[in-house]
């Protein structure tokens, strides 16, 4: 089964709705998923941990006590409801500042450097997700930071949080 991840851009009064009550995230993403196309909600597809070890040089389990700016880019911040379960686990969450201050770090990095980290042996080794890594994958990656950046970039324009998940 494949891990999919998501962001789903919301406003600060939607998100403190879904911290009030966890059950109407679920429904907001039902409505969701029933629409063909719907621009708050971006499939990261499974490039999410290749992503991180673009911008961190670190994959997932070593980021979750880590210090780089980045770390919290796409499964970082804080926990919607420890008992909620939208997949692979519970919904994360940034606020609308922590918004505005990961898209200023993600704008300062150029994609040449970006490029530049792109590791296929050193991602296998770390068992980067989906250790599918070889030359031709940078091209998909680079696909889904342009997407990453762009949902930073209209999020920090329109004050929204994000809430972050795998399923």
Do not use: C
């Amino acid at each position: 089964m494949s891990m999919i991840a998501n962001l789903l851009r919301v406003t600060g009064e939607e998100l403190k709705m879904y911290l009030n009550d966890s059950s109407l995230l679920e429904e907001k993403l039902d409505r969701v998923y029933e629409q063909e196309e719907d621009e708050t909600l971006i499939d990261l597809d499974k490039a999410w941990e290749g992503i991180l070890f673009l911008l961190t040089g670190q994959g997932l389990a070593d980021l979750v006590e880590s210090n780089h700016p980045l770390a919290k880019a796409i499964l970082g911040g804080q926990t919607i409801d420890e008992n909620q379960d939208l997949g692979y686990g519970p919904a994360l969450y940034l606020t609308p500042e922590q918004v505005q201050d990961i898209n200023r770090q993600i704008a300062t990095v150029s994609n040449e450097e970006i490029a530049a980290a792109y590791n296929p042996n050193a991602m296998m080794e770390q068992g980067i997700y989906p250790e599918v890594w070889d030359e031709e994958a940078l091209e998909y990656l680079m696909e889904y930071v342009d997407v990453l950046r762009n949902t930073y970039a209209v999020a920090a324009k329109n004050n929204e949080a994000i809430i972050a998940f795998i399923n």
